[in-house]
């Protein structure tokens, strides 16, 4: 077999390999992409193709004016909310990997911090809407129990978006966990035994050893798991329905959702999911940048 | 292990196989929308989807009326597809692009500009639209026509009015629900206890809360005890700057919020049900829900109008379902026929289908002039103090009104009040903010 | 890693962490025996007053558990399947073939990533309810009464192929070693035959992997599902079939329903994986992600 031919015939298998995969990504991907950023120019109710009418930057101009609600409070909530369950599930994630990988039953405990994240958001919102309950909830009755007085969580605006998030950030402590636990058995056991040697205590040995090494881990979780929390609303769509009171836990995906499904507002849902978009481009650009300078090969 | 893992993927595998042959098979065509959609010819048996929010209970209470009809007409055929209410929009919204558009459909007349600007509505052959101007209430009519075309048959037209605590009241010295705005406030405060946790243990008065509707609607029922409406007559512009307007935010802004005379945390609907809050503002339906929650406690609940700013006018706002037909549907013919049966003939205690239904289902009564004259309902008033409050307020109620994009100026609205409430904004900032929103949606 | 003395502190703190880890699915668990008149109580207790079955006998009732539980199970078991195929199959190409276009291809799936999901739900929407010739469509689409919502293969499609599946999939390739494959293409193997009986087996730790992560994902998945509902109740799910429950008119009525759904839910699951987590958390751990 000549060297030419055994490159062509892998160019002919890889793409047959990847067929499925491109086939499906061009109708359920690049295809409702395009009609997606079509329709954020123009004003259609969703029924008939015919009753599409072309508005150009109308519905961008709308979202952007002041008097509108999406760029503030909704798009700041949706950062507020992402950057609030990423640090409460990286920080508790991190902690737990790096103790728990060092006590007896591992598996045990690893299990109980992961069911969270094996459960339907539905259930997840549900429990945790019983438990914010201002006069029978769980909550209160810790409070009360450590004299405080009792709140209402989801009630009050400077309480309702927090709330939310801790829920979500205790949601996603699993999912981090396991892959910083990976990062952690991936680190070479001598460096430890270094580390040992000189004489270097727990917290040092992780700010020198396990952190830098384990910075590839992070990147990967901080990035997927910022990505998932703009995205998403499930969450709040189960425990305040609407994004209520007012808009204060309202996120852009909710908005999103209600003006596409409910009120038959196709055009202006399209324009504020590429918003949205955009902005998750930038950040993601932002972060891969700030680690790429701090010398991590990235996964090309 | 390795080795079991491959058996269980392998499993995994065919079980797949297994599903998604399946799967493919359901996408032959065989539902009934189909089947609908094929009998072109008049002998052939047609069936018609209906669309409702009557889920549980309430479909109970539903279907014997159905079957009845089903048994009766062979040629025409209903099948119930019931959601819950919260689901109901969306799902004609999704139905209608999916192009599965139910043939007949229970609507919030709240939606009918938005639905009707979207060609989902049938206007009603001149026979029915006649005989619906005749025999319900005017605010009914309005309510379930667009641009003065009716599109349906009014069904529960409910209007609002205060539910108290007899008890809790006469603990506090009172002999009778307030009469003012004023005294509202007053006596609210007088019976309001805290337990010192911070959460009240008794609540005077406090608004219901969830959605738009549950704070939007008491607002307009307020305003209209202050006379006024939430847009102008011709629904071209919003009236949020009137005096009925800033006197029904001032006294929103007194109940909740920073100069609030009570935690707007508290849950004001378990509460009620429980005997733990005085007074709240809700339609009359939920006499029904509260007789099934709290049993024989419900002796302690009354009803009374709303009080007004001067103690003398009455008011409030009437809100009204209807039976529509659906513009995509290809049997308006027969869709019409069945409503004409459901909603005007006779069948029982001298009541229509929709009479008897409304009477059993929520214990509600049917707002058709033939039902009203009927002994059934007559007897119903004389023995139910709280329904006749609710029945009296029918005659005095505004419609709520419903321009194209109603559903979104509720919302609006609802926002803003609970921004107030919330203290992120100052009455007139709220009600400002809320003119100038509604003010951009009518513009569309 | 080498054990020391016993880290007390990590002790403590950890077991306190899984409190409040697994104390939520309690209260869950207890509060779904509650009576509604419970739930109007003003101060919380854990315990019901009694455990009431009936709950459960009434979730069932109205619940259609049946169905809910038959398309759950198809959805997700298809769609798992689905992306297990074409996830390994792309990742062969883009770690063990050469060609022009394969760099190209791989960033633009890893791209794909960073497109929120929900921008797809409404083109989407409109694509599954108008998809040419199926549920009563004409070739453009149109005059249906449904299109692919009339079959669960609107749940199924959509979600067919995962950028993370792929990328999972490709990380693990890349460790493994090229000789293997090399010796069998001097046998003259096709690279489907290397592909099936090589790639394949060894990649199987990778493919439970992710076959559980994308297990837990579809079984768990709402938002599309309850569009898709609002289409065609038929093709309820569990989550969207329990939050049904509720009654927006009015809550309480329906509380305790909604608790015990929410239980029968989500205790499958968790049980289950209980039962599988080892193989999961090896297969995360060796999966090159790290």
Known sequence: MTKHSYANKQWLSGYLFLSPALLFYALFLVFPFCFSLFLSFTEWGGFDLATIRWVGLANYRQLFSAESAFLHPILTNTFTFAFGTVAISFVCSLAVAYMIARLRWEGLWRTLYFLPSVTTVVAIGNIWLYMYSPTNGLVNKALEL????????????????????????????????????????????DYYEAAELEGAGLWKTFVFITFPLLRPSVMFVLITSFIGGLQSFTLTMVMTGTGGPGNATNVAGLEMYNQAFSFGNWGIASAMAFILFACIFIMTMIQMALFRRGGVESYE | MKKRMALTLLALLTIVMAACSSSGGADSPGTDSGESGSGKTAQKPVTLTLLSHYVGQNEVAFKPYIDQWNSENPDIQIKLTPVDFGELLRTIMTKQTAGQAPDLMHIYTLWGGQLAKNNVLAFAPDDVAADIEANYPASAVAASSIDGRVYGYPTEVQAYGLFYNKKLLQEAGYGGPPKTWDELIEMAQHIERDDGSGMPSVQGFGFLRGYAGKVVQPFMALMATAGGTLLTDDMSAAALDTEAAKRTIDLYAKVYGKDGITDIGFPTQQAFGSGKAAMTIEAGWWAGSLKTLMKDGYADIGAAPLPSPDGLTQGSLAYTWAWSVNAKSKHQEEAWKFLKWFNTQKVKNDMTPQGNFLLEGFNVISTRASDMESETIKRKLEEDPVTKVFADALQYARPEQNPAAAAEIQDALFKQIENMWADKATKEEALAAAQKEIQAKLGK | ?????????????????????????????????????????????????????????QAIESLQLGLLFRNSLARTVAVTALVLITSSMAAYALAKLRFRGRGFVFQFIVSTMMIPGFLFFIPNFYLVTHFPLVGGNDLLGNNGYGGLATSMLSLILPF????????????????????????????????????????????????????????????????????????????????????????????????????????????????????LQKYYVRGMMNSGLK
């Open chain 1, 146 to 189: 450590l004299g405080l007085s009792k709140q209402s969580f989801l009630h009050d605006p400077d309480l309702a978006l927090g709330s939310i998030i801790v829920v979500g950030g205790w949601l996603g402590i699993g999912s981090s966990m396991l892959i910083l636990t990976a990062g952690l058995k991936a680190i070479p056991e």
């Open chain 3, 160 to 275: 067919s192929v995962s950028a993370f599946g792929i990328f999972l999939m490709r990380q693990f390739m890349m460790t493994i070693n090229d000789a293997y494959i090399e010796a069998a293409r001097i046998d003259g193997a096709s690279e489907f035959r290397i592909f099936f009986t090589l790639i394949l087996p060894m990649a199987l730790p990778a493919l439970a992997t992710l076959a559980i992560f994308e297990f837990i994902g579809q079984w768990n998945e709402f938002i599309w599902a309850l569009i898709i509902y609002s289409v065609n109740p038929e093709l309820a799910t569990l989550p969207v079939g329990v939050q049904m429950l509720k009654d927006h008119l009015d809550p309480s009525l329906t509380q305790p329903l909604l608790m015990a759904g929410l239980v029968m839910t989500t205790m499958p699951v968790l049980i289950v994986f209980i039962f």
């Open chain 3, 1 to 57: 890693m080498r054990r020391r003395k016993t880290p007390w502190v990590s002790y403590l703190i950890i077991a306190a962490g899984s409190v409040m880890m697994i104390f939520p699915f309690l209260d869950m668990i207890f509060s779904s025996f509650k009576g509604a008149d419970e739930y109007n109580r003003m101060s919380y207790s854990l315990l019901p007053d009694s455990f009431r079955w009936d709950n459960y006998r």
